[in-house]
C-alpha cells in the first residue's frame, strides 16, 4: 500500500510551538483529519482535503484516517499538544488492532508535539522538575471511582500532579471534588498552578495557596499543575513567581 498515515501533534496554541516535522507532514499530506477546533488550526491549501468531526467519535475518525490511507492518501490525523498523551494516536492503534489485517501493514507514525502540561510547566519555571503524574480528571471515559483512587495514590506517593481537562460545562462539580480531596489530604500551603490558554494571546498564570483555589479557577482550557511537598516559589518584584521542585529531595 502507497498510502500513510501520521499521527500529529499541533502543541499547546502558538505556531511557534509546532515541530517542523509536524509541519513538513502538513505540506505533503493530502488529508487532515481531527476534531473541529484542531483541524481549523490547519492552514487551507489546493490538495489539501480536511475532515472535521465532533470530539466524541475518535474512533470513527481512526477508521476513516486508516480507510484513507488503505486508499493511498497520505493521511494526517490531527490532535492539539502531543497525539500520545490523551490524544488520538491510542484511538488510532486501537482501531489498527481491532479492524482488517491490512490496516497492520499501512506505514503509520507518531510525530509528538509539545503537550499542554511541558507548555505549561515552562511558563510557570520547572514545576514538574522531579517525579511527577499526569491524570486525567474527566469521566467521560472511565469512572469518578478510577480517578478518585489514582489521586489518592498519587497524594500518597507525594508527586507533583498535572491535571488535564479539569473543569467541563457540562460536569463542573468534578473538579470540586478533585479539589476537596486534595484539599482533605495535603498540607494548605501546597501550590496549586492554574495555567490557561497557554502560549495564545489569552494565556493567563495564576499560582496560590490549594487553601485558597476554588473551582471556578479552572475551565477545560486550564491545565492544572499541583505541587510537590518540595515544589518552591521564588517571589519576584517586577515579574511573575517562579515556581519550581528541586531535582534532590530534601
Not at 484539599?183 to 490558554?197: D, G, N, T, V
Amino acid at each position: 500500500m502507497s498510502g500513510t498515515l501520521k499521527i500529529i501533534g499541533l502543541g499547546p496554541g502558538s505556531a511557534g510551538l509546532i515541530t517542523p516535522d509536524v509541519k513538513d507532514a502538513l505540506e505533503t499530506a493530502t488529508d487532515a483529519i481531527g476534531y473541529f477546533p484542531y483541524v481549523a488550526r490547519v492552514i487551507e491549501r489546493s490538495g489539501l482535503t480536511i475532515h472535521g468531526s465532533d470530539n466524541r467519535v475518535e474512533l470513527q475518525r481512526a477508521k476513516q484516517a486508516l480507510e484513507l490511507a488503505g486508499e493511498g492518501r497520505h493521511v494526517v490525523v490531527v490532535s492539539s499538544g502531543d497525539p500520545g498523551v490523551f490524544a488520538m494516536a491510542s484511538a488510532v492503534f486501537e482501531a489498527v488492532e481491532n479492524g482488517p489485517l491490512s490496516w497492520r501493514e499501512l506505514d503509520i507514525s507518531v510525530l509528538p508535539g509539545i503537550t499542554a502540561m511541558l507548555a505549561a510547566a515552562a511558563r510557570l519555571g520547572a514545576p514538574l522538575g522531579h517525579d511527577f503524574c499526569v491524570i486525567n480528571l474527566s469521566d467521560n471515559l472511565k469512572p469518578w471511582s478510577i480517578i478518585e483512587t489514582r489521586l489518592r495514590l498519587a497524594m500518597e506517593a507525594d508527586f507533583a500532579m498535572a491535571f488535564y481537562n479539569p473543569r467541563s460545562k457540562a460536569r463542573p462539580e468534578g473538579f470540586e471534588k478533585a479539589l476537596d480531596l486534595l484539599k482533605s489530604a495535603c498540607e494548605k500551603e501546597r501550590l496549586i498552578m492554574f495555567a490557561r490558554a497557554v502560549s495564545t494571546p489569552e494565556e493567563s498564570l495564576l499560582t496560590v495557596a490549594l487553601s485558597d483555589a476554588t473551582p471556578d479557577m479552572a475551565d477545560m482550557r486550564t491545565m492544572v499543575l499541583l505541587g510537590s511537598r518540595q515544589t518552591r516559589l521564588i517571589s519576584r518584584e517586577n515579574a511573575a513567581p517562579i515556581v519550581y521542585t528541586p531535582r534532590s529531595m530534601r
